[in-house]
Nanobody, 127 residues
Framework: QVQLVESGGGSVQAGGSLRLSCDVS????????MGWFRQAPGKEREGVAA???????SYADSVKGRFTISKDNAKNTLYLQMNSLKLEDTAMYYC?????????????????????WGRGTQVTVSS
């Protein structure tokens, strides 16, 4: 079993920053794919950023240049640094993980690639 627990969400004004964290515990393999997804009310869950055990990353076009995904392997913690936040970034943010990442980076933000999910942390951006 794998457990993912997100933290770091909150309310921030547009233009501000937040850093999300995801603590990973349980049975962890050295080859992994981990990502951040978000879901706004009335919308489908979408991929935001992902990283694999080799350090390859993928970002949604809407967050490129503003968000940075990283992982501290020693702490088994995944991060999402979010800068220049916009109103449209408001959503519930979920951490996700799976093992043996796909060979193609384009697949990193495919929701079907992930078997393990956290419960989410709310991010609200206001004007």
């Amino acid at each position: 079993q794998v457990q993912l627990v997100e933290s770091g969400g909150g309310s921030v004004q547009a233009g501000g920053s937040l850093r999300l964290s995801c603590d990973v515990s349980g049975r962890i393999y050295s080859r992994y794919l981990m990502g951040w997804f978000r879901q706004a009310p009335g919308k489908e869950r979408e991929g935001v950023a992902a990283i694999d055990s080799g350090g390859s990353t993928s970002y949604a076009d809407s967050v490129k240049g503003r968000f940075t995904i990283s992982k501290d392997n020693a702490k088994n913690t995944l991060y999402l640094q979010m800068n220049s936040l916009k109103l449209e970034d408001t959503a519930m943010y979920y951490c996700a993980a799976d093992w043996f990442p796909p060979p193609v980076v384009d697949m990193f933000l495919d929701i079907s690639q992930y078997a393990y999910w956290g419960r989410g942390t709310q991010v609200t951006v206001s004007s």
